[in-house]
């Protein structure tokens, strides 16, 4: 059951929308696949990148460093959108598969005609944020990697002192404070720790260490919120074998399937758990028939979702108020 209230769903095209919404903790983009498959989807793949650009640049303008973003296509079709999103500053953090299983291959594929395996999976891929910090007031931004590291440096203390105050023997600065591919995120309470032991004993001069400010030290819940929000499910992994959607589950009118490609409720609670906590906003702009916005509600998340065919919309409504009974 879920709050109908938690969700707003609107008639139109999310562009006329997007900043009518709640600054999003996580958006969920499942648009066209550019294969012809359904009245308004684009008719080649290289036509995708146009078409989403004004819609990855709301997305980047709305989104915080905590922001995550899942975008769903076909391998190709996500292959031409990219560099749009490379080039808006979204960071790649894997390519996750749906594999629909067997079943979906029957009925659907000629083998001898298409000259190729039948096709099973679509790609759901991880994209978050990365946070930009200035060394001087009207400086260039450079990464959260290097502005620890100069933030330390400033301290006029030896890397090795990092170690100490984060009470280990190598791993801060083999971790935290390395400036190589092997860097990692220093935690809450490892960056506390740092930005303590900095303004305890690094040069007084050059205090307070780790401010964005100038005026005081970065507080370690802020910095937790410069990072997207993950959590991993034990045994779950990148590719995920939930079959098509069919049964209760599957949404018709008159016998006939009112959405082309209507998305596992399983596979977009996983989605909304693994990125976002109780309270927080997702974002579907293409809703489709909502699955994502239902799971959000589910889940006690605030969901916004646009639908610009309005024959869905109407069943996305009637979807979502039978899921609060």
Same mark, same amino acid.
């Given at each position: 059951?879920?709050?109908?209230?938690?969700?707003?769903?609107?008639?139109?095209?999310?562009? /006329? !929308?997007?900043?009518?919404?709640?600054?999003?903790?996580?958006?969920? #983009?499942?648009?066209?696949?550019?294969?012809?498959?359904?009245?308004?989807?684009?008719?080649?793949?290289?036509?995708?990148?146009?078409?989403?650009?004004?819609?990855?640049?709301?997305?980047?303008?709305?989104?915080?460093? #905590?922001?995550?973003?899942?975008?769903?296509?076909?391998?190709?079709?996500?292959?031409?959108?990219?560099?749009?999103?490379?080039?808006?500053?979204?960071?790649?953090?894997?390519?996750?598969?749906?594999?629909?299983?067997?079943? !979906?291959?029957?009925?659907?594929?000629?083998?001898?005609?298409?000259?190729?395996?039948?096709?099973?999976?679509?790609?759901?891929? !991880?994209?978050?944020?990365?946070?930009?910090?200035?060394?001087?007031?009207?400086?260039?931004?450079?990464?959260?990697? /290097?502005?620890?590291?100069?933030?330390?440096?400033?301290?006029?203390?030896?890397?090795?002192?990092?170690?100490?105050?984060?009470?280990?023997?190598?791993?801060?600065?083999?971790?935290?404070?390395?400036? /190589?591919?092997?860097?990692?995120?220093?935690?809450?309470?490892?960056?506390?720790?740092?930005?303590?032991?900095?303004?305890?004993?690094?040069?007084?001069?050059?205090?307070?260490?780790?401010?964005?400010?100038? /005026?005081?030290?970065?507080?370690?819940?802020?910095?937790?919120?410069?990072?997207?929000?993950?959590?991993?499910?034990?045994?779950?992994?990148?590719?995920?074998?939930?079959?098509?959607?069919?049964?209760?589950?599957?949404?018709?009118?008159?016998?006939?399937?009112? !959405?082309?490609?209507?998305?596992?409720?399983?596979?977009?609670?996983?989605?909304?758990?693994?990125?976002?906590?109780?309270?927080?906003?997702?974002?579907?702009?293409?809703?489709?028939?909502?699955?994502?916005?239902?799971?959000?509600?589910?889940?006690?998340?605030?969901?916004?979702?646009?639908?610009?065919? #309005?024959?869905?919309?109407?069943? #996305?409504?009637?979807?979502?108020?039978?899921?609060?009974?």
């Amino acid at each position: 059951m879920i709050d109908v209230s938690s969700i707003r769903l609107c008639c139109g095209d999310a562009r /006329d !929308h997007y900043d009518l919404w709640e600054t999003p903790t996580l958006i969920i #983009s499942d648009g066209p696949y550019g294969l012809n498959g359904y009245d308004g989807d684009l008719k080649r793949p290289s036509q995708l990148p146009v078409w989403y650009e004004p819609h990855v640049a709301a997305w980047t303008r709305r989104a915080t460093a #905590s922001t995550t973003l899942w975008f769903w296509n076909t391998e190709v079709g996500w292959a031409e959108v990219h560099p749009v999103l490379r080039d808006a500053g979204w960071i790649y953090r894997a390519c996750c598969v749906w594999d629909k299983g067997l079943a !979906h291959v029957a009925g659907n594929s000629n083998t001898r005609t298409l000259r190729k395996f039948p096709v099973v999976t679509e790609v759901c891929v !991880h994209y978050v944020r990365e946070p930009q910090f200035r060394l001087a007031a009207n400086g260039p931004t450079v990464s959260a990697q /290097d502005w620890l590291r100069e933030e330390w440096r400033r301290t006029g203390l030896s890397f090795a002192k990092a170690n100490e105050a984060c009470g280990v023997k190598n791993a801060a600065t083999r971790k935290y404070l390395t400036g /190589d591919h092997l860097w990692y995120f220093p935690p809450r309470d490892v960056f506390q720790r740092l930005v303590e032991f900095a303004n305890a004993n690094g040069d007084p001069a050059g205090r307070p260490y780790f401010s964005v400010d100038g /005026d005081t030290s970065l507080p370690a819940s802020q910095w937790e919120q410069l990072r997207g929000k993950f959590y991993c499910e034990a045994g779950v992994t990148n590719v995920w074998q939930v079959p098509a959607v069919r049964g209760k589950e599957r949404i018709k009118v008159q016998g006939t399937s009112v !959405h082309p490609n209507q998305k596992p409720l399983a596979i977009m609670r996983r989605l909304v758990r693994s990125c976002s906590d109780a309270g927080d906003v997702v974002w579907e702009p293409f809703g489709g028939l909502c699955t994502a916005s239902v799971a959000a509600g589910e889940l006690g998340r605030k969901a916004f979702a646009a639908e610009i065919n #309005s024959a869905i919309y109407e069943q #996305s409504l009637a979807r979502i108020e039978q899921a609060a009974l």
